[in-house]
């Protein structure tokens, strides 16, 4: 969803969608985001539901949300930062496990990164919900709304990442080592807003 577009008044059942596991896993390729709606959204979505099933399989770098892959979009230095309200995802995401740094180098690094609403938040988020169960393996971050809320590192021209008024009730989980996990989100950045919002799901690792 590109800016300025629209996305409004739209109930997506019963997804199933796969990350796609030729996209290649040599160092700076295989990077990919899906979500039940968009894979980017640099727009805005106002009261969209979805529900179903999102599998990572065995692919890293991938960034997945029950509704949105990323809520917003990186060209160049810039970084424009989508708006979802009034929606909700009730959205299972498995992903397997991210690569992690290698020494001291985490030019090779692919995380994955998971959350019930959207896997990365660098715009706005009010008055939404996410129910899904998460699950994740290795170096990954996850939360039942967001996987993390935050600007992508080397961005000039940012928004300020929020949420607000939003809420997740689904489990979030890992059998792995290297995981951040949150109720609510798996990470919230320096600078990075979250308000009058709560959470409510089992958080788990073993």
Do not use: E, K
Not at 137 to 152: E, H, I, K, Y
Not at 154 to 170: E, K, L, R, W
Request: aromatic share 4%; glycine share 20%.
């Amino acid at each position: 969803i590109g800016t300025g577009g629209l996305v409004r008044n739209l109930n997506l059942t019963n997804v199933d969608i796969q990350a796609d596991p030729n996209l290649g896993t040599d160092p700076g390729v295989g990077f990919q985001s899906i979500g039940a709606l968009a894979a980017y959204n640099a727009g805005a979505v106002y009261n969209v539901t979805a529900s179903g099933t999102i599998h990572g399989g065995n692919v890293s770098g991938v960034s997945a949300g029950g509704l949105v892959g990323w809520n917003g979009f990186i060209g160049g230095s810039t970084v424009y930062g989508g708006t979802i309200q009034h929606s909700s995802a009730a959205v299972a995401v498995t992903l397997g496990d991210g690569v992690g740094c290698s020494g001291t180098s985490c030019n090779d690094s692919r995380s994955n990164l998971a959350g019930g609403l959207v896997g990365v938040n660098p715009g706005t988020i009010t008055g939404s919900s996410a129910s899904g169960a998460i699950a994740v393996g290795s170096n990954s971050q996850a939360g039942g709304l967001a996987g993390t809320n935050q600007v992508p590192s080397g961005a000039i021209v940012y928004p300020q990442p929020m949420i607000d008024a939003s809420f997740a009730t689904g489990p979030v989980s890992s059998n792995s080592v290297n995981v951040q996990l949150g109720g609510l989100v798996g990470s919230n950045a320096p600078g990075a807003l979250i308000t009058s919002s709560y959470a409510t799901g089992n958080v788990t690792a073993t």
